[in-house]
């Protein structure tokens, strides 16, 4: 079974920066979308940013022009994240959402890494 392993979060100040990376356990095929999404207690799930086969195709309001999301030849997926402030304060999973059919998606989802923004 695939495996996805974040890493890249902890404690940071506001107004900083930090990398967030993704990596599966294993070579995937038909993978659609490639997403970040963040939940903080209390607070609904969200969606952070989304990658597809032509690049990101859209990032939350409350991180677009702050964040970038990127990846590599080897399906490593990135959150480049700056300007970081309290309310970016949650835990953040990798998803990947894959075709197992003609319109028929799967997910595979990471346990998830927490990042904290705070003086």
């Known amino acids: 079974q695939v495996h996805l392993v974040e890493s890249g979060g902890g404690l940071v100040r506001p107004g900083g920066s930090l990398r967030l990376s993704c990596e599966a356990s294993?070579?995937?095929?038909?993978?659609?979308?490639m997403n970040w999404y963040r939940q903080a207690p209390g607070k609904q799930r969200e969606l952070v940013a989304s990658?597809?086969?032509?690049?990101?195709i859209n990032y939350a309001g409350s991180v677009k022009g702050r964040c970038t999301v990127s990846r590599d030849n080897a399906q490593k997926l990135y959150l480049q994240m700056n300007s970081l402030t309290p309310e970016d304060t949650a835990v953040y999973y990798c998803?990947?959402?894959?075709?197992?059919?003609?319109?028929?998606?799967?997910?595979?989802w990471g346990q998830g890494t927490q990042v904290t923004v705070s003086s």
């Open positions: 294993e070579w995937m095929f038909g993978i659609r979308f």
């Open positions: 998803n990947i959402r894959y075709e197992i059919g003609l319109g028929v998606l799967g997910d595979y």
């Open positions: 990658l597809s086969d032509d690049g990101p």
